[in-house]
């Protein structure tokens, strides 16, 4: 059939015309920390900070993605990502806390942290490079 303002029209399925696609990528690191604790206050509460740096070791990356159909069918399907990734990098750790001594042998901790890497992940004219931010909550035992 032919339109005379758009030309040919093919009939399509439609349910198979993906209507949605999401990609996600996925960095796994081994992260090895060093870090410097000040811990002060009186009684119970003490006020922790810390500075550190940590060695980051990529072991693998991959991209995840979901193709959603006119249908309601979903394709999910995960590749290892091509590009060359540096495999080492260096992020300083900053973290600002509290400390609650439960009694002689417990203590309780809650530090939010931030690390933002130094090198670049990728050489590409889109580049990359690692940060995290989190709350990190401890339980200390004294054993002694």
């Known amino acids: 059939m032919i339109d ?3 030309g040919f029209v093919y009939t399509s399925n439609r ?3 993906p209507t949605h696609a999401k990609f996600v990528y996925h960095h796994h690191y081994l992260d090895v ?3 410097v604790l000040y811990r002060f206050g009186k009684k119970r509460l003490h006020f922790v900070t810390s500075v ?3 060695t980051n070791i990529l072991l693998n990356a991959t991209m995840t993605s979901v193709v959603k159909y006119g249908n309601a069918a979903a394709k999910r399907q995960t590749y290892d ?3 060359d990734f540096n495999t080492f990098n260096i992020s300083p750790t900053i973290s ?3 400390d609650y001594k439960i009694n002689n042998k417990i203590n309780l901790r809650a530090e939010p942290t931030f690390r933002y890497g130094l090198l ?3 050489d590409t004219p889109v580049t990359a490079t690692l940060w995290s931010g989190g709350l990190n909550f401890s339980c200390y ?3 002694k």
């Open 33 to 35: 920390p060093v870090r």
């Open 4 to 6: 005379p303002r758009y």
């Open 81 to 83: 990502q091509p590009y």
């Open 52 to 54: 550190g740096v940590t």
């Open 141 to 143: 035992y004294l054993l």
């Open 96 to 98: 600002v806390g509290v």
């Open 15 to 17: 349910a198979a015309t």
């Open 120 to 122: 670049k992940i990728t």
